[in-house]
């Protein structure tokens, strides 16, 4: 009797212990159907789920990547915002077996510093939908997949896992335990579109049209625009909304001039005044037909609001485009048409005043050609600015052969009428409207690296406006530069004053071709940075042959000389404009140990340490930058505040064309350099200093903000 109820007991034991292996054989096989594998990265972990652990042929399954970072870090969107990056995937699948692009969960806003990221702070679920041909007929799935992405928090750091092994394939059998990781998931999504739309893209800003009724989003608080492609906004930048009975608009600032607009497509998300809220993914036609100018038509709301007024813009070009005058870059040539006046009481009040129109519709004209090629690069995607032209090797070259022949036009070498020729002889016969016209193209050639108070403003407003506003504008900026020698040309008074032409005038001809000289030998060293020294020697020997040219011109009589004259310098001219620049010269290295290379990374990471920095922006073809450099910022008492202070130095370089620089100078109203921006300790406003330096606005500017 013992011995059977032993054998009973141990009967029973073993089919206890079958079924426990049973059940734990199963749960195990379930939970491994669920849970592909969890990694551990240094900053985040991740892991891979399946909603079915038996999947169908022929049909649709899902797959989810949980992305968990480490507290006070996150992960990104699909369009990351202003820095980060969105999660690779590179899949090995068997034929007839596809996984496609995930579904993100619903975006938030993260503020970093200037930038403004999208992405998540808490874990999140990518869906991965995964489709099986009818015709796969295997038992199983062999896959692999490598996952990359990145987490921040102040910095940055990626990761990456790896998973691998098989998923059964049979008659569809869900996963319990996966309902509610992916409900979960689902729920996180935004919801599928349900309103029409349009995505109209002007030069300088982005509207958004919802074709839904007021009705269907009562007590609406805020209305925020996702993009999911680039080119659409300036991340950072505030967004306005308005909700009519045409429906609703969002409008978003965009970079003038950069990335080309992607696509319609991103989330809407509405907030109401209850505190809800609703994400409804938005499929909008892309318009980007329209000019700027017809941005409010179309409802009647305003555009977004540029940093000027119109009146105030025309002011500031008028004033800007007088102090120009100051300016370094243009005193050479202002030496040119102050020669001209020595001759004044020798001439009539009316060719006087000739003349001074003749300057001005040079200068006029040459802004004009200038603005023209500008809006037509720009509306090819360029982010460049004022002065771009000073960028172009080509345009740097030609000029130092314009400024050398002027200048040997000066020192008698040969005779180009610029209005001065034939001093002392019969200057008093000369109208000179011709030379006064080519005096004001070369002011307009060489004011265009400076930037004068007031100016920069209102090129930043213009270069973001209608082509006829930025007409306007440059055409007042043209007038002031003129107006101070227009208006003496009215002066019956100043033209007493002046002497009598003689051969004295001779001698003082040949002095003003050393400010030409010096002028040409300044371009030379920027197109040297630019282009390189074996580019410069190229230009050198173009501009020795253009003045041989000039000589065989002037030297001998002839059709046949004449035509080997122009053939010369036919092809110095184009050997200049035309030669392959292979490299960039110095002026993209060169740094100082102690001074940091700006981008906005850079700036975006020493803001976020506390640190207090100094940026500024500058160019080797901007005089103005240069003295400023030469008497106010790198001074020794400066640098010793600045060393005293702790205040970290970064160099923008526009000498070349950058377009995060050209975005930069675009945020804060301007279209060239120099700019200088100083942001206290803890702060991610900038104090603007002035484009003219002294030591004593950086000391106040620093002493007052640090």
């Known amino acids: 009797m013992t011995n059977s109820l032993a ?25 491994q159907a669920l849970d592909l594998g969890t990694v551990d990265v240094s900053h985040s972990s991740a892991s891979l789920h399946s909603e079915y ?9 899902w797959l989810g990547l949980r992305i968990a970072p480490r507290e006070g870090w996150h992960s990104y969107w699909k369009n990351y915002g202003d820095s980060g990056a969105a999660p690779l995937f590179y899949w090995t699948l068997p034929d007839g077996v596809s996984v496609g692009e995930p579904l993100y969960p619903i975006p938030h806003r993260m503020p970093i510093g200037p930038l403004m990221n999208y992405g998540y702070e808490e874990p999140s679920v990518l869906l991965l939908p995964l489709k099986i041909d009818e015709t796969f007929s295997g038992n199983a799935i062999d896959f692999s997949v490598d996952v990359e992405w990145l987490v921040c928090e102040i910095e940055c750091v990626p990761q990456d896992a790896s998973w691998s092994g098989q998923l059964a394939v049979g008659d569809m059998e869900p996963s319990d335990a996966a309902r509610g990781l992916f409900a979960a998931a689902r729920a996180a999504l935004p919801e599928l579109p349900i309103w029409s739309a349009s995505l109209s893209i002007y030069e300088a800003q982005s509207r958004l049209k919802v074709f839904l009724d007021e009705a269907e989003a009562p007590n609406l608080s805020e209305a925020y625009f996702f993009p999911a ?11 306005q909304w308005s909700l009519t009975d045409e429906g609703l608009f969002v409008d978003m600032k965009r970079t003038v001039g950069g990335l080309e607009a992607e696509g319609g497509e991103g989330v809407l998300l509405l907030s109401f005044a209850d505190g809800s809220k609703r994400a409804v993914e938005i499929d909008a036609e892309l318009q980007v037909q329209k000019a700027m100018a017809d941005a409010g038509a179309e409802t009647g709301m305003p555009v977004i609001e540029a940093t000027l007024p119109l009146w105030q813009a025309i002011i500031f070009a008028l004033l800007g485009g007088m102090v120009l005058n100051l300016m370094p870059c243009v005193f050479p040539v202002l030496s040119l048409k102050a020669f001209s006046f020595i001759s004044a009481n020798a001439k009539t009040a009316s060719e006087r005043r000739q003349e001074g129109w003749a300057y001005t519709l040079g200068i006029w004209i040459s802004f004009m050609a200038i603005v023209a090629v500008l809006l ?6 360029a982010a460049i600015g004022w002065g771009f032209q000073l960028q172009e090797p080509a345009f740097v070259g030609s000029l130092v052969l314009l400024m050398v022949l002027v200048a040997l036009s000066l020192s008698g070498m040969f005779n180009i009428t610029v209005g001065v020729e034939s001093a002392g002889q019969g200057l008093a016969a000369q109208s000179g409207n011709k030379g006064a016209f080519f005096q004001g193209v070369l002011a307009a050639l060489v004011a265009t690296p400076c930037t004068a108070p007031l100016m920069a403003p209102a090129i930043g407003f213009a270069l973001t406006q209608s082509a006829p506003v930025v007409f306007l504008v440059f055409s007042l900026l043209a007038f002031g530069l003129a ?13 007493r004053m002046m002497p009598r032409p003689g ?3 001779e001698k003082l001809k040949e002095a003003l071709a050393f400010p030409m000289y010096l002028t040409a030998a300044w371009l030379l060293y920027v197109f040297n940075l630019q282009a390189g020294a074996t580019a410069t020697l190229a230009l050198l020997v173009g501009i020795i042959t253009a003045i041989f040219g000039v000589w065989v011109w002037q030297s001998f009589a002839g059709q046949v000389s004449r035509i080997v004259a122009v053939v010369l310098l036919a ?35 020493l803001l976020a340490d506390e640190e207090t920095v100094f940026a500024y922006f500058t160019a080797e073809w901007c005089i103005t930058c240069k003295v400023n450099e030469q008497v106010a910022l790198f ?8 060393a005293d202070r702790g205040i970290v130095m970064l160099k923008g370089d526009w000498t070349n064309r950058n377009a995060e620089i050209a975005s930069l100078l675009a945020d804060y109203g301007r279209a060239g350099v120099p700019l200088y921006l100083l942001f206290p300790k803890g702060s991610d406003e900038a104090v603007v200093l002035p484009e003219i330096l002294t030591p004593g606005i950086i000391k106040d500017a620093i002493e007052q903000n640090t």
């Open 376 to 381: 037509i690069i720009k509306s090819g995607g």
């Open 229 to 239: 492609g680039e080119g659409i906004t300036e991340y950072a930048a505030e967004q």
């Open 571 to 605: 092809g110095a001219l184009a050997g200049i404009i035309y030669q392959p620049f292979g490299g960039q010269g110095s002026a993209q290295t060169q740094s100082s140990s102690e001074i940091q290379a700006y981008s906005e990374q850079n700036l975006a990471q």
């Open 635 to 642: 001074t020794d008492d400066t640098q010793a505040l600045f």
């Open 483 to 495: 107006l101070p020698l227009l208006a003496l040309s009215y002066s019956t008074s100043l033209a």
């Open 503 to 505: 051969p004295w005038m």
């Open 53 to 61: 652990q038996v999947l169908g042929a022929g049909e649709s399954h």
């Open 7 to 31: 054998s009973v007991a141990k009967g029973l034991a073993s089919a206890i212990f079958a079924l426990l292996v049973l059940a734990f054989t199963a749960f195990g096989n379930q939970a």
